[in-house]
């Protein structure tokens, strides 16, 4: 295994779901690396809707793809993720990703909270397509990370197994609160 970071962990079974012509969503920007690599993977067919609330985490973004010759395949939304239902139809996506936490290099104080997080992930589902994925890294600590991470993990445990399989992983021997990857894949 080339990296264990949980980026490329999850980056793995990202470019095992994602193919030419696909509809994905990245929920949490950031500096744009899944945007990247989800705009690479649905090639210029596809469409990839990226969405932040941080002007910073678009510029970023933007920077990112331009200089890596992305296809222009991608819209950079100045938006929460709680309203992905507002760009997309239920059904209709392929994958989504999620990065709880905060914005590498941004304002640690403006990150992801339990509530919105939750929103936007039973947003998501609806949107999946049958045998769709959501790739999620759970970031926790700072003032509200914990209480973030321990409210997604118990809504996760409470999905109806009938309809999604979640997988979760864990980093068993690092310090710190290592993030936390989870897989949900809609039956």
């Not at 793995?12 to 779901?17: A, L, M």
């Not at 890596?68 to 950079?76: D, I, K, M, R, T």
Request: aromatic letters at 6%.
């Amino acid at each position: 295994m080339d990296s264990c970071q949980i980026t490329q962990w999850c980056a793995r079974f990202i470019r095992e779901q994602v193919k030419p012509g696909d509809l994905c969503i990245d929920a949490t920007m950031g500096n744009g690396n899944d945007t990247l690599l989800l705009s690479t993977l649905c090639k210029e067919n596809g469409q990839v809707l990226a969405f932040d609330i941080q002007e910073m985490a678009l510029t970023n973004t933007r920077n990112r793809l331009q200089c890596a010759g992305a296809p222009e395949n991608y819209q950079l939304i100045l938006d929460s993720h709680i309203n992905m239902g507002s760009y997309a139809s239920p059904g209709s996506v392929s994958c989504i990703v999620f990065n709880l936490g905060y914005l590498p290099g941004g304002d640690h104080s403006l990150s992801t909270k339990a509530e919105t997080s939750i929103q936007a992930l039973e947003q998501g589902l609806s949107l999946l397509q049958k045998s769709g994925l959501i790739s999620l890294c759970i970031y926790s600590g700072g003032d509200s990370g914990f209480q973030e991470r321990d409210q997604v993990l118990a809504w996760l445990s409470a999905l109806d197994p009938r309809k999604y399989l979640v997988i979760r992983s864990d980093y068993f021997n690092r310090p710190n609160n290592p993030p936390i990857p989870v897989l949900i894949i809609k039956l």
